[in-house]
C-alpha cells in the first residue's frame, strides 16, 4: 500500500502542476526527449487495443511555414474534420468564460477590449511560440470512438511532458483548417485531425504563463447511486 500511495501521490503532484502553457522558449527539444514523451504516450488503452492514433510531428522551418500558413487562413471560416461544440450553456459556458477572463486579466487585456483579445486568439496559430507542434489525428472509420481514444492518448502525452519538464497545450483551434494541415503535414485524407498539441519549454516569466484554471469539485461532476436505487451523495 505504501507503494501504492507514492505513485499516486507522484500522479497527482504531476495532474496539479500541468497547465496549458501560452508562451514557450524558442529553442527546440531534444529528439530523444520528444521519444520518450511519444513511447510514453504509447502505452494510452484504447478501445479494442486499436491504437487509432497517428500523429505528425513540426519542427523547424516546415513548422515555421505551417505558422505562416495558418495565420493566413484564420480569416477565413473554419472548417474542422470534427465540428465544434454546438453550444457552451449553463455551468460550461461560466467556465470557459472564467478561463478567458482570467487568461486576459493575465496578460492585461481589459474587459471589453475586443481588438487585444483577438490579439491573444490569434497566438493559437503561432503556437505560442512553441517550437514543435504535434497533431492528433485518427483513422475516419473509428468514428467517435477513435476520437475518444485520440483524447485519452492527448491526456498521457501532457502528463509525460509534464513529467519531464516540458511545457504543453492542447489545441482545437489549430486544427480549425485542416487543408492547411494535410498541405504542409502530407496527412491522408482518411485521417481525421483530432487536435494539436504544442509543446516545449515553458517561458516561466512571461504572463500568460502565471495563471491557472480552476476545478470543479467531484461532487459537481460525480452523481453516486447506492444498490438499492436511491440517488447518494
Given at each position: 500500500?505504501?507503494?501504492?500511495?507514492?505513485?499516486?501521490?507522484?500522479?497527482?503532484?504531476?495532474?496539479?502542476?500541468?497547465?496549458?502553457?501560452?508562451?514557450?522558449?524558442?529553442?527546440?527539444?531534444?529528439?530523444?526527449?520528444?521519444v520518450r514523451v511519444?513511447?510514453?504516450?504509447?502505452?494510452?488503452?484504447?478501445?479494442?487495443?486499436?491504437?487509432?492514433?497517428?500523429?505528425?510531428?513540426?519542427?523547424?522551418?516546415?513548422?515555421?511555414?505551417?505558422?505562416?500558413?495558418?495565420?493566413?487562413?484564420?480569416?477565413?471560416?473554419?472548417?474542422?474534420?470534427?465540428?465544434?461544440?454546438?453550444?457552451?450553456?449553463?455551468?460550461?459556458?461560466?467556465?470557459?468564460?472564467?478561463?478567458?477572463?482570467?487568461?486576459?486579466?493575465?496578460?492585461?487585456?481589459?474587459?471589453?477590449?475586443?481588438?487585444?483579445?483577438?490579439?491573444?486568439?490569434?497566438?493559437?496559430?503561432?503556437?505560442?511560440?512553441?517550437?514543435?507542434?504535434?497533431?492528433?489525428?485518427?483513422?475516419?472509420?473509428?468514428?467517435?470512438?477513435?476520437?475518444?481514444?485520440?483524447?485519452?492518448?492527448?491526456?498521457?502525452?501532457?502528463?509525460?511532458a509534464q513529467a519531464?519538464?516540458?511545457?504543453?497545450?492542447?489545441?482545437?483551434?489549430?486544427?480549425?483548417?485542416?487543408?492547411?494541415?494535410?498541405?504542409?503535414?502530407?496527412?491522408?485524407?482518411?485521417?481525421?485531425?483530432?487536435?494539436?498539441?504544442?509543446?516545449?519549454?515553458?517561458?516561466?516569466?512571461?504572463?500568460?504563463?502565471?495563471?491557472?484554471?480552476?476545478?470543479?469539485?467531484?461532487?459537481?461532476?460525480?452523481?453516486?447511486?447506492?444498490?438499492?436505487?436511491?440517488?447518494?451523495?
Amino acid at each position: 500500500m505504501a507503494d501504492a500511495s507514492l505513485e499516486f501521490d507522484t500522479l497527482r503532484a504531476l495532474l496539479d502542476r500541468r497547465h496549458s502553457c501560452r508562451a514557450f522558449h524558442p529553442t527546440p527539444l531534444a529528439r530523444e526527449d520528444i521519444v520518450r514523451v511519444l513511447d510514453a504516450a504509447q502505452r494510452t488503452a484504447s478501445w479494442c487495443n486499436a491504437q487509432p492514433w497517428q500523429v505528425y510531428i513540426a519542427s523547424g522551418p516546415r513548422l515555421e511555414r505551417l505558422r505562416t500558413a495558418l495565420r493566413a487562413a484564420a480569416s477565413e471560416a473554419p472548417a474542422p474534420d470534427l465540428p465544434w461544440p454546438r453550444a457552451y450553456e449553463g455551468v460550461y459556458r461560466e467556465r470557459r468564460r472564467d478561463c478567458a477572463m482570467a487568461l486576459y486579466a493575465a496578460v492585461g487585456i481589459a474587459p471589453g477590449d475586443r481588438a487585444a483579445s483577438a490579439r491573444q486568439a490569434s497566438e493559437n496559430f503561432s503556437f505560442f511560440g512553441a517550437p514543435h507542434l504535434a497533431v492528433v489525428t485518427a483513422d475516419e472509420a473509428l468514428g467517435t470512438y477513435g476520437a475518444i481514444d485520440c483524447g485519452a492518448y492527448v491526456a498521457n502525452f501532457l502528463l509525460a511532458a509534464q513529467a519531464l519538464g516540458m511545457g504543453a497545450i492542447p489545441q482545437a483551434a489549430v486544427v480549425a483548417y485542416p487543408a492547411v494541415l494535410r498541405d504542409h503535414l502530407a496527412i491522408a485524407p482518411d485521417r481525421r485531425i483530432v487536435c494539436g498539441i504544442s509543446f516545449g519549454r515553458a517561458d516561466a516569466s512571461h504572463p500568460a504563463n502565471g495563471f491557472r484554471t480552476t476545478r470543479a469539485s467531484v461532487e459537481d461532476c460525480v452523481v453516486w447511486r447506492d444498490e438499492d436505487g436511491a440517488e447518494a451523495g
